[in-house]
């Protein structure tokens, strides 16, 4: 049995759904999404059970109401529908170090900057210095990191999201170092992460992530860092291309106007441990360094 509930905004063509286990603890938003064309005043809830086989299900709709939402609205409720505003390239180190400036902190190297909100750690900007190139959405949010906790076998799962934590950052010896506290869990157990964020000589980022509960939940994933790209790193989308590690790997031309997901494990599904998103100017690189 679980609840589900959704929102959509009447002047801006965004959805934001979520679904908890019926008597759990109401998550944050878990998904969000665009639908440009939806036509004003018109909504519907179904349920949408299996297209192979027969099913049937009961389904409760209860307490539904149906009003236009302004963006005051949303963010009351933490839904960000504004877009961030460009980073001030100015009041950043030349070199390499740390900084702090209009609500975020970040760290430099002499060829990226990468900023994180200083209330969420999330995200917020990741930047080609030579060439001014943005490799974050202005307009997708997404948290720092997600966990997935489990116990009893796998038969129980707990999704943990950096969101759901309260956070605090600070800026130390050339690293950021934050602080993710908060209670989870339907018996609201509390639980902490810590996360540090340093650059190695070659100029790339490092994420390392601890995670501290003295409950009897295992870490079973850590999704580490999050973050949505532009649809197009530069001026013409055509141009970017996407190394996708899935099976024996491809590289994705145009990624940004695909629609497809993939997700896959290594070992397993995914051929390696990296992936890239360039195009003829730069472009990120992600990789999990491990033995």
Known sequence: SYSVTGVQTCALPIFFAKIWRYGGREPGWQIAGQCPGQPAGRFALGVWTSPRQAATAEVLFDDVSFRPLTPADLSSVGIRVEP???LPTGELPAGRGTFETAGLIGICTERSV????RDTGAIAH???RS????FVSPSVFRPLFRLGLSRSSGRET?????DELAATWTAAGGALRGRFT???GDAGFPLAVEVEVTADPEGMFRFRARVRQDADWAVARVDLPLMAHPAALGDNAEEDSLVLPWADGSVLHAPGSLTQSRNAVYPGHAF????ALYNRTAGPFLAAFDD
Request: aromatic letters at 4%; hydrophobic letters at 40%; zero cysteines.
């Open 126 to 128: 990741v930047i080609d």
């Open 84 to 86: 961030r505003p460009r």
């Open 272 to 275: 390696t441990q990296f992936t």
């Open 131 to 134: 060439t001014g190139q943005e």
């Open 114 to 117: 990468l900023a994180l909100e």
């Open 158 to 162: 707990l999704p943990v999201s950096a």
């Open 182 to 184: 908060g209670d989870v």
